[in-house]
């Protein structure tokens, strides 16, 4: 007996006046004739909605509205700072409009567009968006965008945001109508942001109120010394399991390790028959970020980072456990280091997750801090980009024609110390040329959408005589990606996954080559997800490592330069060695004995090797030198080098010869942007070094 199969017919004719005239109990579509003259007033405005206001889902609709109205070229960004966000908010909006995802509402992440010539608003991550204007800096594919959650101020938003300004004077230089730039946030600064956007006396900004429920607070009274608050936050779901509380739990920890321990000491605290304990973090693929919608007949545990600060809420009545914590990049522009580091978070990100308790219903907001903690926290958090690594940064900027970022216009502006150490990084990476102009490499660099340093080592591995393209830009997508190691916190599976990851070192003498036998092994195995689990590796980081490769792979077959997808790397050690230095040569340490590493260029002593690196047991030896990809200062403040190989004396000089004066030395030449800055840049120049720009090169 056959069974018949029904097909949904989407009738995708609903426009936004009908969607919002059903919803006006959600304050955008109940306020919209008090949003529609600030649209129509101002180019560029801000929107601040509490949580539940519908910035994310209904201001887009009135956007459309918009460009019907004014008969705008072009489509509708509306920007995310995760994927999980973009993917979700899209899937809801379509269902709004009774059409697929895909169709008139669509949305972009990177490795998945869901778009389709008869899109109108695209839901993406803000990089997406960086990509796009690398390529065609105008955007003049989109007429109107919408740069959401934007009191993040993520690196990227920062960077959006000026090159959005700096669209709209290339456009009106070319006599093209302006993007409409909207800014939308739970919490945000107001007139900083509508400052910046607007023009001098506009107000063009506008408050709506959220849909907010009741939300209940509880203090701690205090903090003991040496608190836990991975047990504080299981005692807290006890609590609300012992006293029949209603409302599924939402637990915000600073990171994935104090994830875990947290749902450690739940499962040994509490029955979890009637519980399912769901870890929500950045790492996890889409489809498992997804469990949190999905319908189930037990209380949900939320155990999540500050990806559920914003635009995600798990549905029904919520129960929300807060540290009050946030993990940060710190980073020393003199010493190129960076270090996460666990803060206190702003008054503005804690009103952010309190609110997620009031999003859906009657809500209770348990704060693992005293409410006296609150007189000494920031409201807002300075931006990322003031304490960021910004050779990534400089990199697109000079890729869309700004060659002075010492006079762009940031939101926030970085210290010249930090520009002028991107500066010097993109240099000697030969990315930028004497007078700080971007070279070929640059242009490839830009188009391997890689950090820059990885980028640098496939160049290098493009030497005919080499022979290494296929293992160094396999190295390069794992470099790129998290950690593929799984460290369980259980001491007897910790001991299995020890085991397991051993197997994958046998042999190599530097890390790097350690990641070439885990994917062998893996395409060995038919990239199967259960054969990583099972020898402790994160399926999901290797499923980005075949993508980013993959990636790699179609941008060379650009420049005719063709790699069978499915071919194993063979180790052609030499070469691989001397690619990795080309891109690391940053990172270059020698051994001074009993204090352990140094950089050689004199900015950071007293480093060791990490304990997980296959040179830990036997380190070189005095006077030697390594090659590490990271170096990273951990929370008790002892500086390690990570994923190391030892670098030979005799190629140094070929990559790093200022460092070493018994060579000559390469003649310095200012840099007409960097003078700017009060300080020089330089490229060295030396005859002996590859350069994929020298000719003949057959490759390029």
């Known amino acids: 007996m056959s069974v018949k199969t029904e097909t949904k017919i989407y009738r995708c004719d609903l426009t936004p006046e009908e969607i919002l005239s059903e919803r006006t109990h959600i304050p955008v579509a109940n306020l919209r004739e008090d949003i ?109 965008v919408m740069v959401d959650e934007a009191h993040e101020q993520s690196t990227n938003i920062i960077l959006v945001l000026g090159l959005l300004m700096e669209a709209n004077k290339r456009r009106e230089a070319e006599g093209i109508d302006p993007i409409h730039i909207i800014v939308s946030s739970a919490t945000i600064e107001v007139s900083r942001f509508a400052k910046y956007i607007g023009n001098p006396g506009e107000e063009n900004f506008i408050e709506i109120p ?29 609590y609300i399991v012992d006293n029949d509380l209603d409302g599924d739990i939402l637990i915000f920890m600073p990171g994935k390790r104090e994830i875990s321990s947290t749902a450690r000491h739940i499962s040994n605290i509490v029955n979890t028959n009637d519980l399912e304990i769901i870890p929500l973090h950045a790492e996890m693929s889409p489809a498992d970020q997804d469990r949190i919608f999905a319908p189930s007949d037990k209380r949900k545990v939320v155990i999540a980072t500050n990806i559920a600060e914003t635009s995600i809420t798990p549905p029904g009545k919520i129960n929300v456990s807060d540290t009050g ?24 990100g804690l009103k952010q997750r309190e609110g997620r308790g009031g999003r859906n219903d009657l809500g209770r907001y348990f704060a693992l801090y005293t409410k006296e903690s609150l007189k000494r926290r920031p409201q807002h958090h300075a931006s990322e980009i003031l304490r960021s690594d910004l050779a990534q940064v400089v990199l697109t900027m000079k890729k869309v024609g700004i060659e002075d970022i010492s006079q762009f216009n940031f939101l926030d502006m970085p210290d010249i110390e930090s520009i002028d150490q991107a500066l010097h990084t993109l240099t000697i990476l030969g990315a930028l040329d004497g007078d700080g102009h971007l070279t070929e490499i640059g242009e490839w660099l830009v188009e391997f959408a890689l950090e820059p340093r990885l980028g640098r080592m496939v160049i290098e591995a493009l030497r005919p005589d080499f022979d290494c393209v296929n293992e160094i830009i396999t190295i390069a997508s794992f470099l790129n990606g998290k950690n593929v190691f799984i460290k369980p916190d259980d001491r007897n599976l910790e001991y299995l996954a020890d085991q397991a990851h051993a197997q994958f070192s046998a042999g190599c003498d530097n890390d790097f080559l350690v990641f070439l036998n885990i994917w062998k092994e893996y395409a060995a195995h038919s990239y199967n997800d259960d054969w990583a689990k099972n020898n402790y590796l ?14 790699l792979i179609d941008a060379l077959a650009n420049h005719n330069i063709f790699i069978e997808s499915e071919t194993i790397p063979n180790s052609h050690k030499k070469g691989i060695e001397k690619s990795l230095t080309a891109g690391l040569i940053g990172n270059l340490l020698k051994n001074t004995g009993k204090h ?64 070493f004066p018994n060579k000559q030395k390469p003649r310095r030449e200012h840099s007409k942007n960097a003078g700017k800055n009060g300080k020089r840049n330089h490229r060295h120049k030396n005859k002996n070094k590859f350069n994929p720009l020298d000719r003949p090169f057959p490759l390029l």
Not at 129 to 136: C, I, T, V
Not at 326 to 345: A, M, N, W
Not at 625 to 637: H, R, V
């Open 538 to 551: 994160n399926d999901q980081v290797l499923d980005e490592v075949r993508n980013v490769r993959l990636d």
């Open 596 to 659: 352990g590493f140094s950089k050689v260029d004199g900015t950071k002593n007293e480093i060791a090797i990490h304990p997980g690196s296959v040179l830990a047991l036997d380190p070189p030896s005095k006077g030697s030198y390594i090659i590490a990809n990271e170096i990273f200062i951990n929370p008790q403040g002892k500086t390690f080098a990570c994923n190391c190989l030892e670098a030979k004396r005799d190629w140094l000089n070929d990559y790093a010869p200022e460092l």
């Open 325 to 348: 914590l946030i993990k940060q990049t710190q980073f020393d522009p003199r010493s190129g280091i960076e270090q996460l580091v666990c803060v206190e978070h702003s008054l503005s």
């Open 210 to 238: 959220g849909r907010m429920f009741p939300v209940e607070v509880f203090y701690k009274d205090e903090i003991p010394d040496n608190y836990d608050f991975t047990r504080g936050a299981a005692d807290t779901v006890k």
């Open 36 to 144: 529609r003259p600030i649209m129509r007033q101002y180019q560029n405005f801000v929107l601040v909605g509490e949580t539940g206001s519908g910035k994310t889902t209904l201001l887009p609709l009135l956007l459309l509205e918009l460009k019907e109205e004014l008969n705008l070229k072009g489509g509708i960004a509306v920007t995310q700072p995760r994927r999980i966000a973009a993917h979700s908010s899209s899937g809801f909006v379509s269902e709004m409009f009774d059409s697929k995802v895909g169709e008139k509402i669509g949305y972009h992440v990177r490795f998945d567009d869901s778009t389709s010539e008869k899109t109108e608003i695209t839901y993406m991550t803000d990089g997406i968006l960086l990509r796009e204007m690398q390529y065609d800096p105008l955007l003049l594919k989109y007429s109107i």
